[in-house]
């Protein structure tokens, strides 16, 4: 998030969460040598606790907590969008790729779902992409399973459709390299 999203903002953001008591950590990988191909892992992560998962799953996350979290969510989509940023393979290579973001959100100890954000969309449908992700984690029985997942929101459809991570490299990465 280095040199897209403000400093200030950030230490902002980290004021709130933690005046709500909630721990709130950033990380850009963006530079970093990353292992994974790109459509795996987003060069800007967001990461959400099992414990505040499982606490919206069961309706005890407040709402002022939950709206704090969708406006840290949408104020770091909004900077991000349209920007591009330098990122750094394994093998130590650079190039120019847009930004995007994952919101990681751990449902238990062995349960993950990574929603990708991706795309230059106006706030309405980003609200609704949150919106609709925390929904899914709520109606669905994912936190019964056990494994890595990956969402990808379908705008027409106005809907997530979800992968588990072997089906999703199956899909997208094999199939695009080869």
């Known amino acids: 998030m280095k040199g897209i ?3 200030y903002e950030l230490e902002k953001l980290s004021r709130d969460f933690s005046s709500a008591g909630i721990e709130f950590d950033y990380f850009d ?3 970093e040598p990353q292992a994974s191909a790109e459509e795996i892992l987003s060069p800007i992560l967001l990461f959400l606790s099992s414990d505040i998962i499982q606490a919206y799953i069961l309706g005890l996350l407040t709402s002022t907590s939950y709206d704090l979290i969708k406006k840290a969510v949408l104020l770091i989509w909004r900077y991000i969008s349209g920007e591009r940023i330098k990122v750094t393979t394994a093998s130590g290579m650079e190039s120019i790729k847009e930004a995007n973001l994952d919101l990681d959100l751990s449902l238990n100890d062995r349960t993950k779902v990574k929603f990708k954000l991706k795309g230059d969309i106006s706030d309405e449908i980003k609200e609704k992409c949150i919106d609709n992700a925390f929904q899914l984690l709520k109606s669905s029985d994912l936190s019964k399973t056990k494994g890595g997942y990956i969402a990808l929101y379908d705008i027409d459809q106005d809907s997530w459709t979800i992968y588990q991570d072997v089906e999703f490299v199956r ?8």
Not at 171 to 178: A, P, S, V
């Open 5 to 7: 999203v403000p400093e």
């Open 29 to 31: 990988i963006s530079e």
């Open 171 to 178: 899909k997208f990465i094999l199939k695009k390299n080869g």
